[in-house]
């Protein structure tokens, strides 16, 4: 038996079973809070789960709706999306220019490129999501938007660094960080005294952030520190500094083919960093490299992918790196390759694939079935060893990923492949680009990432070291008033927790059964038993 309700807080129909616990909600009022049923989010791993109803936006687009920011595109939205649900998606998935840190910079940005344009205009476009699409993965998503943005502004402490390395898609997940966060501690926070300030890296040295964050943004090509400040009146008069709740460095590093090409040389950009630290390893840093979704596993080129990822994990799991002080609340993580959606068999991209056989733009498609996107998925499958023993073979054919979890040192797995391999229609407003993903898609992966960190952060506490007495006092004085607040939301970031974990193994699970269903193309045959 089930029934519906709508939250306290928002308003927002949810669809709950029928154990309730009682909690204290932010507005002070006691609720009804439930667990939530995650069955609609088993939709979204479904190979149709998008209608054709979403999917004519793909044949129809004009020009004029083709802008990332036209009126037409925004109209659209704001007349139907609304009326269908009383919690409409986030704004800045249709219009990046609603999040702080798109349009005070990376929109903004006026850096020419080849064709005339501006990089700013490029980030927008890469961004921008289809009204229509977005609102059929809202339809999905927005009973379990709210816990999991409850759980970020829970259990992620006042200072955090993240680095992001690697290609384009990597560099668009730095700017969804930055805007998820804006979400979740001041769009939908019940404190009207919460602003998020996004500070450009060039303006660190200012005195309203903490002086290490100079030191630590050296290296980085492009980001923001996130300053979370609250003021009240009765607080803080005229003259006085606001409070500072939160501060959280975004950054990113180019390396265009990511751990594939040796002279990119991301080990020597993360010792580095790792260098910079030294002496505030108090913060926590996650490290984010990614797999290039360009990574097609073809004969030798996937074995070459394959032989350096098994080196750059040696390297990091050896005693003589896990040994180093400055490891300390360092968590690294590596992202599966983000699948293609081409009009090709597998979706993927190939080179002498030519769009003027599929009239005058590409159009992003979904993949049929799991044979053909297990066929793409190899590219994350588990290494070869050379010798083709029936045990590594056998391996293959389990449908084990090349990326695998080490969490006692601090080496996860970011398994986003299982849950995008199904959002076909979630790519962008650009022409002929079936690679890169809008806001919606790239928020997802980051709450992703957030739950694994959250979770290395509980399981393997050991890597974390005493903090700076200043850093500590400090703190501890915002991790009481942190706990205090997290006290009353408690049920809902668990209920957060939840749902991330989900997405999580739910897409770890999808990635396995594509292999093993593509096991004849990925995998050598099985030698015969002895």
């Known amino acids: 038996m089930s029934y519906r309700y709508l939250t306290a807080e928002t308003g927002m129909d949810q669809h709950l079973t029928t154990t309730t616990t009682p909690m204290v909600t932010s507005s002070k009022k006691q609720a009804q809070?439930?667990?939530?049923?995650?069955?609609?989010?088993?939709?979204?791993?479904?190979?149709?789960?998008?209608?054709?109803?979403?999917?004519?936006?793909?044949?129809?687009?004009?020009?004029?709706?083709?802008?990332?920011?036209?009126?037409?595109?925004?109209?659209?939205?704001?007349?139907?999306?609304?009326?269908?649900?009383?919690?409409?998606?986030?704004?800045?998935?249709?219009?990046?220019?609603?999040?702080?840190?798109?349009?005070?910079?990376?929109?903004?940005?006026?850096?020419?490129?080849?064709?005339?344009?501006?990089?700013?205009?490029?980030?927008?476009?890469?961004?921008?999501?289809?009204?229509?699409?977005?609102?059929?993965l809202w339809s999905q998503l927005q009973s379990f938007w709210n816990p999991m943005l409850q759980m970020i502004t829970q259990r992620l402490g006042p200072q955090a660094m993240f680095l992001m390395i690697g290609d384009s898609t990597s560099l668009q997940q730095m700017r969804a960080l930055e805007c998820l966060?804006?979400?979740?501690?001041?769009?939908?926070?019940?404190?009207?005294?919460?602003?998020?300030?996004?500070?450009?890296?060039?303006?660190?040295?200012?005195?309203?952030?903490?002086?290490?964050?100079?030191?630590?943004?050296?290296?980085?090509?492009?980001?923001?520190?996130?300053?979370?400040?609250?003021?009240?009146?009765?607080?803080?008069?005229?003259?006085?500094?606001?409070?500072?709740?939160?501060?959280?460095?975004?950054?990113?590093?180019?390396?265009?083919?990511?751990?594939?090409?040796?002279?990119?040389?991301?080990?020597?950009?993360?010792?580095?960093?790792?260098?910079?630290?030294?002496?505030?390893?108090?913060?926590?840093?996650?490290?984010?490299?990614?797999?290039?979704?360009?990574?097609?596993?073809?004969?030798?080129?996937?074995?070459?992918?394959?032989?350096?990822?098994?080196?750059?994990?040696?390297?990091?799991?050896?005693?003589?790196?896990?040994?180093?002080?400055?490891?300390?609340?360092?968590?690294?993580?590596?992202?599966?390759?983000?699948?293609?959606?081409?009009?090709?068999?597998?979706?993927?991209?190939?080179?002498?694939?030519?769009?003027?056989?599929?009239?005058?733009?590409?159009?992003?498609r979904p993949v049929a079935n799991r044979l053909q996107s297990g066929e793409q998925a190899a590219k994350v499958r588990h290494h070869q060893d050379p010798s083709t023993s029936r045990n590594a073979t056998a391996t293959c054919h389990s449908g084990q990923s090349i990326l695998r979890d080490d969490p006692a040192r601090s080496l996860r797995r970011l398994p986003i492949w299982g849950l995008t391999a199904r959002l076909w229609n979630l790519h962008n407003l650009r022409d002929d680009d079936c690679t890169h993903y809008c806001m919606a898609v790239t928020s997802l992966w980051n709450i992703m990432m957030l739950q694994v960190l959250f979770e290395q952060q509980q399981e393997y506490g050991h890597h974390q070291q005493p903090q700076q007495p200043d850093a500590q006092a400090r703190n501890q004085s915002q991790g009481a008033r942190m706990a205090a607040k997290a006290n009353s939301h408690q049920q809902i970031d668990q209920e957060g927790w939840r749902i991330a974990s989900y997405l999580n193994q739910k897409s770890i699970e999808e990635t396995r059964l594509d292999l093993i269903a593509a096991n004849d193309v990925a995998c050598p045959p099985l030698p015969p038993a002895q």
């Open 33 to 136: 809070v439930s667990e939530l049923s995650l069955e609609p989010l088993n939709r979204l791993f479904e190979f149709d789960w998008v209608t054709k109803q979403e999917e004519g936006r793909y044949n129809n687009v004009t020009a004029a709706a083709a802008s990332p920011l036209s009126n037409k595109h925004q109209q659209s939205l704001s007349d139907d999306t609304t009326a269908k649900y009383p919690h409409p998606p986030p704004t800045w998935w249709t219009d990046p220019r609603m999040c702080q840190s798109m349009g005070q910079t990376h929109c903004t940005d006026t850096t020419p490129v080849n064709n005339g344009d501006t990089w700013g205009n490029v980030h927008c476009a890469l961004d921008t999501c289809a009204a229509d699409s977005a609102k059929a």
């Open 181 to 364: 966060l804006e979400e979740a501690f001041v769009t939908t926070s019940s404190s009207s005294s919460l602003k998020m300030y996004p500070q450009p890296l060039e303006k660190l040295d200012t005195p309203q952030v903490t002086p290490m964050w100079k030191d630590l943004e050296l290296l980085s090509d492009e980001g923001h520190l996130m300053v979370v400040q609250e003021q009240k009146e009765q607080e803080n008069p005229v003259g006085h500094s606001p409070q500072i709740r939160g501060e959280y460095l975004i950054t990113h590093i180019r390396a265009a083919k990511g751990l594939y090409n040796p002279d990119n040389h991301v080990v020597r950009m993360i010792h580095n960093v790792l260098r910079l630290r030294e002496n505030h390893t108090h913060v926590p840093l996650v490290v984010l490299v990614n797999q290039g979704p360009w990574t097609h596993c073809r004969g030798q080129h996937c074995q070459d992918w394959h032989d350096q990822l098994r080196r750059f994990q040696t390297l990091w799991q050896s005693p003589a790196t896990q040994r180093s002080p400055r490891l300390a609340n360092v968590t690294l993580m590596i992202r599966d390759a983000p699948p293609q959606h081409f009009p090709t068999r597998s979706g993927q991209y190939i080179p002498t694939f030519s769009r003027s056989r599929h009239q005058n733009r590409t159009q992003c």
